[in-house]
């Protein structure tokens, strides 16, 4: 364990010898310990503090964490944070009236969390004060960890210094507890929420949508930052044109398979800044990500990606369908709807991988036909020719295997890793002198 | 969990071969690795390279093929038998000399405690073009100056964790390896590899060859003698011709016979060799039985 990982044990074991050592020595000892004699990080903390005469059991037994690496459903969590603001409430649980409090925690490094207090004689939390919570337990609440106060829970009030929150975060009055954040295309991800975006809007569509207060007018479309593209979906009329530059507060993100969807409405403002941005048409060019990128964010719209053809996976070539489902049938007899007058396609389902990540990528009939050059028609003529149906896949892995390709499409992440629906797909001829001079040069340099 | 698919490690074959440590796969299902000195946790693999030699060491109803596949600097081994039926009935098809692509499995095979051989499992085997290969080994430098990279910042963490690396931006996959690499390798010689990343790009740009960065303190590799560089030519030249001349069979021609040829143009054995290792090297001929060389 390196210094920065010790310092909060060492805080720790401080609070429990009640300040009667001071902390370099404790830091010297469980250094030693830890490091010199290998012991266990909890081993270590009870011998210190038997040492110079405290308490072991008064150590907390919960792991001491920052907010920002809070789980979703942690047992036992201790956080040392400033309350930023505190409710107290009524509700009726089961019949009958209890009082609850809650409000938004926030820690030294600026991230926040709400909590909940649910018995409030073990934890009475007052706003602006710090406190070191123990035996907390986390909860989810839509996609972000929410801290629960229970009956086991202690808290001890600490000095106004020992928690500074930076100045960035603030309370928001109403609405969304969490603190704003500013966010690029990138770095949207499902679940998140209070976003600050700025985007040109590419796309819209108005629809009329049916709620329970009448009829009302919801706004689709795609919105677009220098790191990619973004559908969206507005919930009030903001009056959006295309073309226009727009800045959203109080945008949240909702996810379909990893593919992010921005969303705002009543809650949210839209201003129009007037700043410097790309053009309609630099943003309409699919983004370059490498396959690492995507693994990351989880999914994107509309993006480009290269890599190496490593797998032509089975239903490659020509195939047939059920022309009730769609479904891929095996001789003419579709798993629910039996024997039926199939339906011949075309179709190319492959792993690409760039060394670092690897991607399956499917493409249906107009794409297989541009990149490989057989039209269905074709292949139905030679697969009747030969008598053999695989022959059309068996030709375009030969085509395929081991070539570097660039794809274009839509990606999605599902618990089988990241695929692809290509929309544009290119065998590529990269330029490896110029590729390795440009290398060579990086290595001179060093 | 579903299972990910395992990405497909670009490794040299000096840096995979080196390889002395394996992580088995516990219980059903589970993964193995091999790790290599730089880091890479290599359960499959994408290579491209110049097969040279191919024997069939089972019968011919069961065919057990292993296979020489060079990078242009090392080679991999490949074996492919009965439970690779794919890449079976390819190698099977296949005339070396040849450029070949393969993706496999790493295998290690381990004759007694702590030594450990690895060797390639492919699942697919593709002939393929000079571009393909010169694109892959582009690929395979970068991304081992990638590990150098990674192992160099690795090396200098008092404890480094996954977590630090992959916060310096490397991939987890990377990170993860590395810090299992660094205790079991130590002090890794990442000039040796840094070289080899150079003899890689080298091959990539012929006309740059000769005036290459070495880099700083790295092993020299002897006395350059840059003024007799027209004559090595002219003896490569010699030696390529007396290949052609000794080949009469069309299996290579026979290292004995070369050697008094040799002689009797003035080239001693030791110079022999290092003219044939060049010759080797540069990709003009090849081994394919120990003591036979014939041009590609």
Same mark, same amino acid.
């Given at each position: 364990?390196?210094?920065?990982?010790?310092?909060?044990?060492?805080?720790?074991?401080?609070?429990? /010898?009640?300040?009667?050592?001071?902390?370099?020595?404790?830091?010297?000892?469980?250094?030693?310990?830890?490091?010199?004699?290998?012991?266990?990080?909890?081993?270590?903390?009870?011998?210190?503090?038997?040492?110079?005469?405290?308490?072991?059991?008064?150590?907390?037994?919960?792991?001491?964490?920052?907010?920002?690496?809070?789980?979703?459903?942690?047992?036992?969590?201790?956080?040392?944070?400033?309350?930023?603001?505190?409710?107290?409430?009524?509700?009726?649980?089961?019949?009958?009236?209890?009082?609850?409090?809650?409000?938004?925690?926030?820690?030294?490094?600026?991230?926040?969390?709400?909590?909940?207090?649910?018995?409030?004689?073990?934890?009475?939390?007052?706003?602006?004060?710090?406190?070191?919570?123990?035996?907390?337990?986390?909860?989810?609440?839509?996609?972000?960890?929410?801290?629960?106060?229970?009956?086991?829970?202690?808290?001890?009030?600490?000095?106004?210094?020992?928690?500074?929150?930076?100045?960035?975060?603030?309370?928001?009055?109403?609405?969304?507890?969490?603190?704003?954040?500013?966010?690029?295309?990138?770095?949207?991800?499902?679940?998140?929420?209070?976003?600050?975006?700025?985007?040109?809007?590419?796309?819209?569509?108005?629809?009329?949508?049916?709620?329970?207060?009448?009829?009302?007018?919801?706004?689709?479309?795609?919105?677009?930052?220098?790191?990619?593209?973004?559908?969206?979906?507005?919930?009030?009329?903001?009056?959006?044109?295309?073309?226009?530059?727009?800045?959203?507060?109080?945008?949240?993100?909702?996810?379909?398979?990893?593919?992010?969807?921005?969303?705002?409405?009543?809650?949210?403002?839209?201003?129009?800044?007037? /700043?410097?941005?790309?053009?309609?048409?630099?943003?309409?060019?699919?983004?370059?990500?490498?396959?690492?990128?995507?693994?990351?964010?989880?999914?994107?719209?509309?993006?480009?990606?290269?890599?190496?053809?490593?797998?032509?996976?089975?239903?490659?070539?020509?195939?047939?369908?059920?022309?009730?489902?769609?479904?891929?049938?095996?001789?003419?007899?579709?798993?629910?709807?039996?024997?039926?007058?199939?339906?011949?396609?075309?179709?190319?389902?492959?792993?690409?991988?760039?060394?670092?990540?690897?991607?399956?990528?499917?493409?249906?009939?107009?794409?297989?036909?541009?990149?490989?050059?057989?039209? /269905?028609?074709?292949?139905?003529?030679?697969?009747?020719?030969?008598?053999?149906?695989?022959?059309?896949?068996?030709?375009?892995?030969? +085509?395929?295997?081991? +070539?570097?390709?660039?794809?274009?499409?839509?990606?999605?992440?599902?618990?089988?890793?990241?695929?692809?629906?290509?929309?544009?797909?290119?065998?590529?001829?990269?330029?490896?002198?110029?590729?390795?001079?440009?290398?060579?040069?990086?290595?001179?340099?060093? | 969990?579903?299972?990910?698919?395992?990405?497909?490690?670009?490794?040299?074959?000096?840096?995979?071969?080196?390889?002395?440590?394996?992580?088995?796969?516990?219980?059903?299902?589970?993964?193995?690795?091999?790790?290599?000195?730089?880091?890479?946790?290599?359960?499959?693999?994408?290579?491209?390279?110049?097969?040279?030699?191919?024997?069939?060491?089972?019968?011919?109803?069961?065919?057990?093929?292993?296979?020489?596949?060079?990078?242009?600097?090392?080679?991999?081994?490949?074996?492919?038998?009965?439970?690779?039926?794919?890449?079976?009935?390819?190698?099977?098809?296949?005339?070396?000399?040849?450029?070949?692509?393969?993706?496999?499995?790493?295998?290690?095979?381990?004759?007694?405690?702590? &030594?450990?051989?690895?060797?390639?499992?492919?699942?697919?085997?593709?002939?393929?073009?000079?571009?393909?290969?010169?694109?892959?080994?582009?690929?395979?430098?970068?991304?081992?100056?990638?590990?150098?990279?990674?192992?160099?910042?690795?090396?200098?963490?008092?404890?480094?964790?996954?977590?630090?690396?992959? &916060?310096?931006?490397?991939?987890?996959?990377?990170?993860?390896?590395?810090?299992?690499?660094?205790?079991?390798?130590?002090?890794?010689?990442?000039?040796?590899?840094?070289?080899?990343?150079?003899?890689?790009?080298?091959?990539?740009?012929?006309?740059?060859?000769?005036?290459?960065?070495?880099?700083?303190?790295?092993?020299?590799?002897?006395?350059?003698?840059?003024?007799?560089?027209?004559?090595?030519?002219?003896?490569?030249?010699?030696?390529?011709?007396?290949?052609?001349?000794?080949?009469?069979?069309?299996?290579?021609?026979?290292?004995?016979?070369?050697?008094?040829?040799?002689?009797?143009?003035?080239?001693?054995?030791?110079?022999?060799?290092?003219?044939?290792?060049?010759?080797?090297?540069?990709?003009?001929?090849?081994?394919?039985?120990?003591?036979?060389?014939?041009?590609?």
């Amino acid at each position: 364990m390196n210094k920065e990982e010790i310092a909060p044990h060492v805080k720790e074991i401080a609070r429990v /010898l009640e300040g009667k050592v001071k902390e370099q020595e404790i830091e010297k000892d469980l250094d030693n310990y830890l490091n010199v004699y290998r012991m266990s990080l909890e081993a270590s903390k009870r011998h210190i503090v038997r040492k110079y005469g405290g308490d072991p059991n008064a150590l907390t037994k919960g792991e001491r964490k920052m907010l920002s690496q809070l789980g979703l459903s942690e047992q036992s969590v201790d956080l040392l944070v400033r309350v930023m603001s505190s409710n107290t409430r009524e509700v009726v649980v089961g019949g009958t009236p209890k009082t609850i409090q809650s409000g938004l925690l926030a820690d030294e490094a600026g991230n926040t969390v709400k909590f909940t207090v649910w018995d409030v004689s073990k934890a009475d939390l007052k706003a602006g004060e710090n406190y070191l919570i123990r035996y907390a337990y986390t909860k989810e609440w839509s996609g972000q960890p929410e801290v629960h106060l229970g009956n086991r829970v202690v808290i001890e009030q600490r000095p106004q210094d020992e928690v500074k929150v930076p100045d960035t975060v603030i309370v928001p009055q109403t609405g969304s507890y969490s603190a704003p954040v500013t966010a690029k295309v990138s770095e949207l991800k499902e679940n998140m929420n209070n976003i600050t975006f700025t985007g040109r809007v590419l796309a819209l569509r108005s629809k009329e949508v049916e709620t329970p207060s009448g009829k009302k007018a919801m706004f689709t479309g795609i919105i677009a930052d220098e790191t990619g593209k973004v559908e969206f979906t507005a919930w009030h009329d903001f009056g959006l044109k295309e073309n226009e530059v727009i800045t959203v507060t109080n945008a949240y993100v909702k996810g379909w398979k990893g593919i992010p969807r921005l969303s705002f409405g009543e809650r949210g403002q839209v201003t129009r800044p007037k /700043l410097k941005f790309p053009t309609n048409e630099e943003l309409s060019q699919a983004v370059r990500k490498s396959i690492e990128d995507l693994e990351r964010s989880g999914g994107a719209s509309d993006v480009v990606l290269a890599g190496t053809v490593v797998d032509i996976k089975k239903g490659t070539g020509l195939i047939f369908r059920c022309p009730e489902c769609n479904r891929v049938v095996q001789k003419g007899v579709c798993q629910v709807h039996g024997k039926v007058q199939q339906v011949p396609d075309l179709r190319i389902k492959i792993v690409v991988d760039d060394g670092s990540a690897a991607i399956t990528a499917v493409m249906k009939r107009e794409v297989t036909e541009r990149l490989t050059g057989v039209t /269905l028609k074709e292949a139905l003529d030679e697969a009747r020719e030969t008598m053999d149906p695989e022959v059309i896949g068996h030709r375009f892995e030969e +085509k395929l295997l081991a +070539k570097p390709i660039e794809l274009r499409g839509n990606v999605i992440s599902d618990d089988y890793g990241l695929s692809m629906n290509v929309s544009e797909a290119k065998l590529v001829i990269p330029d490896v002198k110029t590729e390795a001079e440009a290398l060579l040069a990086k290595i001179e340099v060093i | 969990m579903a299972m990910v698919r395992e990405v497909a490690w670009r490794v040299f074959a000096s840096e995979y071969n080196s390889s002395t440590m394996e992580i088995k796969g516990e219980g059903e299902k589970a993964p193995s690795y091999v790790v290599t000195p730089l880091g890479a946790m290599v359960n499959r693999m994408f290579i491209v390279g110049l097969l040279t030699d191919l024997q069939n060491l089972g019968t011919e109803q069961e065919p057990y093929w292993r296979a020489l596949l060079s990078d242009g600097m090392s080679k991999y081994y490949l074996f492919a038998g009965k439970y690779n039926p794919e890449a079976t009935v390819v190698l099977s098809k296949i005339e070396p000399p040849a450029y070949v692509a393969v993706v496999g499995k790493s295998r290690t095979y381990s004759p007694e405690e702590g &030594k450990i051989f690895v060797s390639v499992r492919p699942e697919k085997i593709v002939v393929v073009d000079e571009s393909v290969r010169d694109n892959w080994v582009l690929e395979t430098a970068r991304s081992t100056l990638k590990r150098i990279d990674c192992v160099e910042e690795a090396m200098q963490m008092e404890s480094p964790t996954m977590e630090d690396l992959a &916060k310096l931006g490397y991939h987890q996959a990377l990170a993860d390896g590395v810090v299992r690499a660094l205790p079991h390798y130590k002090e890794v010689d990442l000039n040796r590899y840094r070289g080899m990343v150079l003899e890689a790009l080298e091959q990539l740009l012929p006309e740059r060859s000769g005036d290459l960065p070495i880099p700083t303190d790295a092993p020299s590799a002897g006395p350059e003698e840059i003024d007799d560089e027209q004559e090595d030519e002219d003896k490569e030249e010699l030696v390529l011709k007396l290949i052609d001349k000794l080949d009469k069979n069309k299996k290579g021609a026979p290292l004995a016979e070369l050697i008094k040829e040799a002689a009797k143009a003035g080239i001693g054995e030791p110079e022999l060799e290092e003219i044939n290792n060049s010759l080797l090297d540069k990709g003009l001929i090849y081994e394919p039985t120990i003591g036979k060389m014939k041009r590609i």
